[in-house]
């Protein structure tokens, strides 16, 4: 799976974020232990930055897996 990650909207939850079918969302908690203030410039500046690391997670819980901390956190939404 070397998807590319799509950075899909920042909401009240958090950050969601796509690779090939699946869609994850990155929680707010998560952005607000990563950054000083959570913003939408800031967690898509994040996400680019982490995009290898998101990559990881996904794959992680696609396959069933926890992944890693800090991106534990990070949830399974679904298939676009």
Same mark, same amino acid.
Do not use: C, Y
């Given at each position: *799976? &070397?998807?590319?990650?799509?950075? !899909?909207? $920042?909401?009240?939850?958090?950050?969601? $974020?796509? *690779?090939?079918?699946? /869609?994850?969302? $990155?929680?707010?908690?998560? !952005?607000?232990?990563? *950054?000083?203030? /959570?913003?939408?410039?800031?967690?898509?500046?994040?996400?680019?930055? *982490?995009?290898?690391?998101?990559?990881?997670?996904?794959? &992680?819980? /696609?396959?069933? &897996? $926890?992944?890693?901390?800090?991106?534990?956190?990070?949830? !399974?939404?679904?298939?676009?």
């Amino acid at each position: *799976m &070397a998807e590319e990650i799509e950075i !899909l909207g $920042v909401d009240h939850r958090g950050l969601s $974020v796509g *690779m090939g079918p699946h /869609v994850a969302l $990155v929680p707010k908690a998560l !952005l607000a232990r990563e *950054m000083t203030e /959570v913003t939408t410039d800031g967690a898509e500046e994040w996400a680019s930055a *982490m995009r290898n690391e998101l990559a990881a997670a996904i794959t &992680a819980l /696609v396959q069933g &897996a $926890v992944p890693p901390s800090p991106f534990d956190g990070v949830t !399974l939404q679904g298939e676009g």
